[in-house]
Structure formats: structure tokens, C-alpha cells
């Protein structure tokens, strides 16, 4: 089972980012993929995540309106769409699966069976 995050880098203020997080190993419809960020000095925040049954998806209320999540299961691939991105912004940004049956647990890390590595993201100003 593997999670390869991409599409992480500096932006500036304003800008706009797509991550990609590429899954495979695993069936993809069996698991909801979450997007959790890592800032130094902060704990792990869960900010989006996707069914892979019925694609429904949730936000956490800092990145709603900015950010998209989707999904292509075609390609076993996820997406997070960043759009007018902020200093705060910055982190490691880490994608994360779960088995689906918790998909609206999802903000819960501990739940989650597959990490992958991070991408960093650097919001300048």
C-alpha cells in the first residue's frame, strides 16, 4: 500500500496550488483519503476528506471556500485544489487513508490506516 503526495512548493500570498495524492495497493472505493497539514511547532489538523464510496466530502472551516477536494478513482487519485492560499497555510501537507465505514470520523489522525510522506507547501508574503 502506498500514498504519494505531490504538487507542494512556495506560492505566494494569494496564489493557488494542486496537490496531488496518488494511491495504490489498496481498492479505492473501499476508503475515505483525508488531507491533514503540519505546521513547525503544531499538532497534525485534519482539513479535508473524500468518500471513495459516494464521494461526499467535508471541510474543516479555516480552508472552506478556498480549498477543493475531488477525486478521480479512475486513476486511484485524489486532489486538493488551493486557491488564495495564506501565510497561515504553510505546512507539510500529508494525505491519509481510511477505511470508508469512518469516512464521517475523518477528522479523527488515529483512524487512519495509510499515510503518505508530505509535500511541503510555503505560503510567502
Known amino acids: 500500500v502506498q500514498l504519494v503526495e505531490s504538487g507542494g512548493g512556495l506560492v505566494q500570498v494569494g496564489g493557488s496550488l494542486r496537490l496531488s495524492c496518488a494511491a495504490s495497493?489498496?481498492?479505492?472505493?473501499?476508503?475515505?483519503i483525508g488531507w491533514f497539514r503540519q505546521a513547525p511547532g503544531k499538532e497534525r489538523e485534519g482539513i479535508s476528506c473524500?468518500?471513495?464510496?459516494?464521494?461526499?466530502?467535508h471541510y474543516v472551516d479555516s480552508v472552506k471556500g478556498r480549498f477543493t477536494i475531488s477525486s478521480d478513482n479512475a486513476k486511484n487519485t485524489v486532489y486538493l485544489q488551493m486557491n488564495s492560499l495564506k501565510p497561515e497555510d504553510t505546512a507539510v501537507y500529508y494525505c491519509a487513508a481510511l477505511d470508508d465505514y469512518y469516512s464521517d470520523s475523518c477528522w479523527d489522525p488515529g483512524l487512519y490506516l495509510y499515510w503518505g510522506q508530505g509535500t511541503q507547501v510555503t505560503v510567502s508574503s
Open positions: 495497493g489498496f481498492t479505492f472505493d473501499d476508503y475515505a
Open positions: 473524500i468518500s471513495g464510496s459516494d464521494s461526499s466530502t
